[in-house]
């Protein structure tokens, strides 16, 4: 069965120190992942996607399927980073989404 | 555009009752899909749909009907409400091949 764990349902950090998140996932086929952000009072929003290996805000996330991990990652986090994170599996026309993290950046 | 746009935004119903979600798009995207969200368990699919009469299934399905006469519009229905349906509800949409979803505002439903 498909599923994604995201096991920090709360996260801080202080500006300026890197931030991770992590998302790990089950899924027999080739998967496809994503991380959708929702900022305080805005709808949630696509952040990035493993297939275009893209970095969005400073963030970065790399699938590696031996450990089946698509963690995102910033080296310097901001105090406009602090909001909800989603992660996300595409399996066929289905979304699978992960539980979130509430990552807070401390001044 | 407008984007997608859901109404109403908030709903209180009496167990029993039945409503309908409304959900549109102007992007003329392809796929359309239901979601609720619930305090620790992030969001799950209830219906989606790939093109205009054509609807399938999500994770919970149960207790919630969907059709889709048009490209703009994705009503969700709750056929007798119950306290269990009580929660957040979003609508999105994303072109053909769904690489990216875009999220309505969300309604926040109360069965009492």
């Known amino acids: 069965a498909q599923r994604v764990t995201q096991p920090e349902k709360l996260l801080s950090v202080f500006k300026g120190a890197p931030v991770e998140l992590k998302c790990n996932y089950s899924?027999?086929?080739?998967?496809?992942l994503f991380w959708y952000v929702q900022y305080s009072r805005q709808r949630l929003q696509l952040l990035l996607r493993h297939i275009s290996r893209e970095s969005i805000k400073g963030f970065t996330a790399d699938l590696n399927k031996g450990e089946t991990s698509f963690h995102l990652k910033k080296p310097f986090a901001q105090e406009e980073d602090s909001a909800m994170y989603y992660c996300a599996l595409k399996a066929g026309n289905q979304f699978y989404f992960g539980t979130g993290t509430s990552l807070t950046v401390i001044p | 555009n407008a984007g997608v746009t859901q109404t109403p935004k908030f709903q209180v119903l009496k167990t029993g009752q039945s409503m309908t979600l409304q959900c549109a798009q102007d992007?003329?995207?392809?796929?359309m899909s239901w979601y609720r969200q619930d305090p620790g368990m992030g969001l799950r699919l209830i219906h989606y749909s790939v093109g205009a009469g054509i609807t399938d299934q999500g994770e919970v399905p149960n207790g919630y009907n969907v059709s889709r006469s048009t490209t703009e519009d994705f009503p969700l229905r709750l056929l007798s409400a119950a306290p269990s349906q009580t929660s957040v509800y979003f609508c999105?949409?994303?072109?053909?091949?769904?690489?990216?979803?875009?999220f309505g505002p969300g309604t926040r439903l109360t069965v009492t």
């Open positions: 999105a949409s994303g072109r053909q091949g769904v690489r990216e979803q875009y």
């Open positions: 992007m003329n995207h392809e796929y």
């Open positions: 899924y027999s086929g080739s998967p496809e």
